[in-house]
T-cell receptor, first 115, second 115 residues
Framework: AQSVAQPEDQVNVAEGNPLTVKCTYS??????LFWYVQYPNRGLQFLLK??????LVKGSYGFEAEFNKSQTSFHLKKPSALVSDSALYFC?????????????FGSGTRLSIRP | EAQVTQNPRYLITVTGKKLTVTCSQN?????MSWYRQDPGLGLRQIYY???????DKGDVPEGYKVSRKEKRNFPLILESPSPNQTSLYFC??????????????FGPGTRLTVL
């Protein structure tokens, strides 16, 4: 069965410092991986995805994510955090094949950037 | 403007009173899905639809019904709501390729309280 884990409920970073939000996954085949961001009182917005190819994926707002197959991880990163990056971040995974339509989300990580 | 709309945005009801939350998308997406968001649990998929008249259960379908009679609409029906269905609900849509659902567009959410 597919699963996603976001081991940190909250990540606190000073503005200008690099940030990492962790995500690990489990699927039976090759994963499709996604990151979404949720600002207060809003729906989720797509940030980036990994399907195949380069392990480093670039997305919106300067975010990138690194796919690591051996560690089954897909950590979200940004070289220099902004206060406006403060939000709730979700990792999601879907399998291919018969489970391709089912999407599993992690529990979310609240990112707080202090000025 | 490409969007997913949900109505109502806020709803307070009583146990057992049937309700419907509507969802509509204007992007001609094949795939639509309903999620509920609860603190500490992230998003959990309730039902999804890969096209008109094609629906399937997600991880938490109990107590919910859906239908997909038109491509743009995917209503969520609670026949007999109970307090444990108090939650924040999101509808989402995406394209659907041969390998499955792609990145999703989310509606603004419906906050449901069942007394």
């Amino acid at each position: 069965a597919q699963s996603v884990a976001q081991p940190e409920d909250q990540v606190n970073v000073a503005e200008g410092n690099p940030l990492t939000v962790k995500c690990t996954y489990s699927v039976s085949g090759n994963p499709y991986l996604f990151w979404y961001v949720q600002y207060p009182n809003r729906g989720l917005q797509f940030l980036l995805k990994y399907i195949t190819g380069d392990n480093l994926v670039k997305g919106s707002y300067g975010f990138e994510a690194e796919f690591n197959k051996s560690q089954t991880s897909f950590h979200l990163k940004k070289p220099s955090a902004l206060v406006s990056d403060s939000a709730l971040y979700f990792c999601a995974v879907r399998d291919i094949g018969s489970s391709a339509s089912k999407i599993i989300f992690g529990s979310g990580t609240r990112l707080s950037i202090r000025p | 403007e490409a969007q997913v709309t949900q109505n109502p945005r806020y709803l307070i009801t009583v146990t057992g009173k049937k309700l419907t939350v509507t969802c509509s998308q204007n992007m001609n997406h094949e795939y639509m899905s309903w999620y509920r968001q609860d603190p500490g649990l992230g998003l959990r998929q309730i039902y999804y639809s890969m096209n008109v008249e094609v629906t399937d259960k997600g991880d938490v379908p109990e107590g919910y019904k859906v239908s997909r009679k038109e491509k743009r609409n995917f209503p969520l029906i609670l026949e007999s709501p109970s307090p444990n269905q108090t939650s924040l609900y999101f509808c989402a849509s995406s394209t659907f390729s041969g390998t499955g659902a792609n990145e999703q567009f989310f509606g603004p959410g419906t906050r449901l309280t069942v007394l």
